[in-house]
């Protein structure tokens, strides 16, 4: 019993160690936020992004869309003002911002890839992005 106890004492101490160190402070913050609805939620996701990096510049911030989400990341996608999508993710691309958009949804909607804004990238996968983020670099997640 109590060699039982030891063992999930470390293992639950192994299991903490990541999240201790990102606690800790080190390096800039690193967050996913996550866009899989419809140009509404992306035009919350860009005000979202812009305060933001008001408050914290050196913030390293990734979009990953999939879903219905990616449909401003398509050329000529307008906001509900009129006003092309495009320029707001030039701007944010510039201060560092990445977007990343679903092959998967590309595909299973019939979107041609040349469609997609020069400044995003194309991922296997959204969700599958969305984890190895979280998982694999330590990034917080965020859905707007």
């Not at 160690?17 to 899989?36: E, Q, S």
């Not at 050196?58 to 979009?63: L, R």
Request: glycine residues 6%.
């Amino acid at each position: 019993m109590r060699m039982t106890l030891v063992a999930a004492a470390l293992a639950a101490a192994a299991w903490w160690a990541p999240a201790a160190a990102l606690a800790a402070g080190d390096g800039p913050v690193k967050v996913v936020y996550h866009v899989n609805e419809n140009n509404a939620q992306a035009l919350n996701a860009l005000r979202n992004i812009r305060n933001h990096l008001t408050a914290d510049p050196s913030a390293k911030i990734v979009v990953v869309t999939h879903a219905g989400g990616i449909q401003f990341l398509l050329d000529g996608a307008l906001d509900a003002n009129g006003a092309p999508f495009e320029a707001a993710v030039q701007e944010l691309k510039g201060k560092g911002v990445d977007f990343r958009v679903c092959q998967f949804t590309l595909q299973r909607n019939k979107i041609d890839p040349a469609k997609v804004i020069p400044e995003a990238t194309l991922v296997p996968s959204g969700v599958a992005e969305v984890s190895r983020l979280q998982f694999k670099e330590g990034f917080a997640y965020l859905r707007p």
